[in-house]
T-cell receptor, first 113, second 113 residues
Framework: GAGVSQTPSNKVTEKGKYVELRCDPI?????LYWYRQSLGQGPEFLIY????????DSGLPNDRFFAVRPEGSVSTLKIQRTERGDSAVYLC???????????FGPGTRLTVL | KQEVTQIPAALSVPEGENLVLNCSFT??????LQWFRQDPGKGLTSLLL?????REQTSGRLNASLDKSSGRSTLYIAASQPGDSATYLC????????????FGPGTRLSVLP
């Protein structure tokens, strides 16, 4: 398909484990965003990539969270030493450039037991 | 810091009614505003994007307006249908805080047959 895809759709892990969440943006989109959404709330910004570089990582909650986009396409959000409070839906979006319409993927539901 | 609110938090209407959802933001310095729809357990679907220089956008039964100076946007849905039932989120892209969106908490709409 031509939309944003995210894998896995669901991830259950134990407290203290390491997880990786993957995002495949729409082909040709240079901007990529990660958000986190808790139940009943709007998404909260985590990090924004323009090409391969993180243009704004001010939303990452602490140094356990890290994201990469080495070739300017696929991005991976990495969470170390997971905590129960990290449980949420992690959403990825892409856009043609920084000020254009964002298109969202279906999200990855992370549950930390 | 930009804050976005949405009123009402939830709305239930009979099928066929016209309705208005409200979005307010505290800082008028924005690049654009985007309205999204989110079905339970799903990602976000883009509905309308309004650039800061525009006053409204229309798509089918949807019309979104933007009054940047007063920090307000409305989403008008004409002739509502049960299939319109979802959570509607608005998000603004502030000028001063990089390229990330700031989301409102959403309005949960139920259209009763």
């Amino acid at each position: 398909g031509a939309g944003v895809s995210q894998t896995p759709s669901n991830k259950v892990t134990e407290k203290g484990k390491y997880v990786e969440l993957r995002c495949d943006p729409i082909s040709g989109h240079t901007a990529l965003y990660w958000y986190r959404q808790s139940l009943g709330q709007g998404p909260e910004f985590l990090i924004y990539f323009q090409g391969t570089g993180a243009a704004d990582d001010s939303g990452l909650p602490n140094d356990r969270f890290f994201a990469v986009r080495p070739e300017g396409s696929v991005s991976t959000l990495k969470i170390q030493r997971t905590e129960r409070g990290d449980s949420a839906v992690y959403l990825c979006a892409s856009s043609f450039s920084g000020n254009n319409e964002q298109f969202f993927g279906p999200g990855t539901r992370l549950t930390v037991l | 810091k930009q804050e976005v609110t949405q009123i009402p938090a939830a709305l239930s209407v009979p099928e066929g009614e016209n309705l208005v959802l409200n979005c307010s933001f505290t800082d008028s310095a924005i690049y654009n505003l985007q309205w999204f729809r989110q079905d339970p357990g799903k990602g976000l679907t883009s509905l309308l994007l309004i650039q800061s220089s525009q006053r409204e956008q229309t798509s089918g039964r949807l019309n979104a307006s933007l009054d940047k100076s007063s920090g307000r946007s409305t989403l008008y849905i004409a002739a509502s249908q049960p299939g319109d039932s979802a959570t509607y989120l608005c998000a603004v892209r502030p000028v001063d805080y990089g390229q990330n969106f700031v989301f409102g908490p959403g309005t949960r709409l139920s259209v009763l047959p």
